[in-house]
């Protein structure tokens, strides 16, 4: 079966430590992959993605994401976290000739000051 | 959540009655799709569409129905068949082909009482 997993419900970070954000993949072919952040009550903001190429794919608000073929992984990282950053985080995978996207169940970001 | 809009922002429902929740789009994109949202499930799919006039299960259509009629729109009915329709709903839209991110409306919280 094709899923994403997200190991982690929450990481918590101290303001200007690097942050990592995990997520592992189960797709057959060569799947696209994002991440999107939801904040309170809102709808999903898509962050970056990866379709091909470079493996580090850089995205909005200081966010790159590498992507690791051997590992099936696609971790979502920071080098420096702001409070502003807490949020919950989905990553998503999108099998190889389909319009739909699986979504891992999410991992709640915090930023302590 | 520019672009797309979705109506009303919070709905309460007698159990037993029918409920349409609104999708409109500006975004000239031909697919769109109805997540849930549960806590600690991530998004789930509902239904999607990828053209007018046409539209494919996802993985819990179960107790909804859908129509596009119009590019613009995809309304969701939950119906009273729908045993736990209590969730956070979600609608998006893309441009077609699974390489392409998708862009999220701000949600409706569904209640039923």
């Known amino acids: ?113 | 959540d520019g672009g797309i809009t979705q109506s009303p922002k919070y709905l309460f429902r007698k159990e037993g009655q029918n409920v349409t929740l609104s999708c409109e789009q500006n975004l000239n994109h031909d697919a769109m799709y109805w997540y849930r949202q549960d806590p600690g499930q991530g998004l789930r799919l509902i239904y999607y569409s990828q053209i007018v006039n046409d539209f494919q299960k996802g993985d819990i259509a179960e107790g909804y129905s859908v129509s596009r009629e119009k590019k613009e729109s995809f309304p969701l009915t939950v119906t009273s068949a729908q045993k736990n329709p209590t969730a956070f709903y979600l609608c998006a839209s893309s441009i077609r082909g699974g390489n392409n991110e998708q862009f999220f409306g701000p949600g409706t919280r569904l209640t039923v009482l």
Do not use: M
């Open chain 1, 1 to 113: 079966a094709q899923s994403v997993a997200q190991p982690e419900d929450q990481v918590n970070v101290a303001e200007g430590n690097p942050l990592t954000v995990k997520c592992t993949y189960s797709v057959s072919g060569n799947p696209y992959l994002f991440w999107y952040v939801q904040y309170p009550n809102r709808g999903l903001q898509f962050l970056l993605k990866y379709i091909t190429g470079d493996n580090l794919v850089k995205g909005s608000y200081g966010f790159e994401a590498e992507f690791n073929k051997s590992q099936t992984s696609f971790h979502l990282k920071k080098p420096s976290a702001l409070v502003s950053d807490s949020a919950l985080y989905f990553c998503a995978v999108s099998p190889y000739n389909t319009d739909k996207l699986i979504f891992g169940t999410g991992t709640r970001l915090q930023v302590f000051p």
